[in-house]
Structure formats: C-alpha cells, structure tokens
C-alpha cells in the first residue's frame, strides 16, 4: 500500500510539474480578439509607457512591424475581400507594416505560424501590400488599438491612426 501511494504521490508531482512548464508564460501585453462582420482580428495591445512609438525604437520607420506584441496580428476574413483596393481570398493572415512618417505599407502574409519579428524570413509568402496615409492625433492613444469601422480596418496608437479600406 506504501508503495502503491508513494508511486500516486510520484505520479502527481510529475504530472503537476509537466502541467506548470507547459503553460504559456504571462505575455508581456494583454492581448484582445475583435469580431466585425466576417473580420475577425487577434492581437497584442502594448502600452506606449512614455516611449516614442513610430519612428523611435519600438516602430523605426522603414522596419517592418509586427502590429501588436508577441505573436503576430492574426487577421480572418470569413469572406473574399478587398483589402486597400486589391483583392484578398478568405483565410487567415498574418498583419505587418513598414511604418514611415507620412504612410504606411500594410502587408499580409499567408504564414500565421512565425514569432511576431520574423516577417523578413518569411517575406515570400506576402500576399498583398498597400499603401495607406498616416492620420497624426492631437491626443496620443496610450494601448495599441485595432477597429473595424467605416469600411476600414484601423491601427491606432501614440499620436499616429492608419486604415485600411475593406471591401466584403
């Protein structure tokens, strides 16, 4: 009987050390899903905390950015759509900018699977890119926000919105 409860007592110290290591760690942002009509869209929503976002070291112009933190933004369209003029088939895509002062390049790309900086690596499955105008906000926004309003799918955070116009 001794052997058969250390053996259980074993077993459970075993099984609850293997269920802690294989939990996710705490990420370093909360992370958020928006449902739209045939849009669904799941990201990382940093914090500015002060920094210069765009154009500093979180965002450099002319890098591509990951949209989010963590993972990559994840974006399904129910539907094929029109994404910024150019037509997209319905599926799940990853979603990447190069930001620059005055527009972005918004990109899709078809490998959901990568860590959120590796878009370079896997370039070659870019399905769309577009170019889209910055809006600059008098009052910053402190948490990365994404929306789907007026037809677009928007960004925004610190002093900067962009959108993407999207067509069903």
């Known amino acids: 009987m001794r052997v ?24 370093n942002s909360p992370h958020d899903t928006l449902k739209a009509k045939d849009i669904t869209i799941t990201y990382g929503r940093p914090y500015k905390k002060g920094r210069v976002i765009f154009g500093g070291t979180v965002a450099p112009y002319g890098k591509t950015y990951r949209c989010g933190a ?10 094929d759509v029109t994404f910024g003029g150019k037509a997209v088939k319905a599926g799940k895509y990853s979603f990447f900018a190069v930001p620059e002062k005055d527009k972005w390049t918004v ?3 078809s490998n959901t699977k990568m860590w959120g900086t ?12 577009v170019d889209v105008p910055v809006t600059n906000l008098s009052k910053p926004v402190e948490q990365l926000t994404m929306a789907v309003k ?12 962009i959108g993407v116009p999207v067509k069903m």
Do not use: M
């Open 70 to 79: 963590d993972e990559p933004t994840i974006i399904t369209f129910d539907k």
């Open 150 to 161: 007026g037809g677009k799918i928007t960004l925004a955070w610190d002093t900067v919105e």
């Open 118 to 129: 590796d878009h370079d690596k896997h370039a070659d499955q870019d399905v769309v890119k």
């Open 107 to 109: 990109i899709l790309n």
């Open 4 to 27: 058969r409860n250390a053996i259980l007592c074993l077993f459970a110290i075993l099984f609850g050390a293997t269920v802690s290591y294989a939990q996710p760690s705490h990420p």
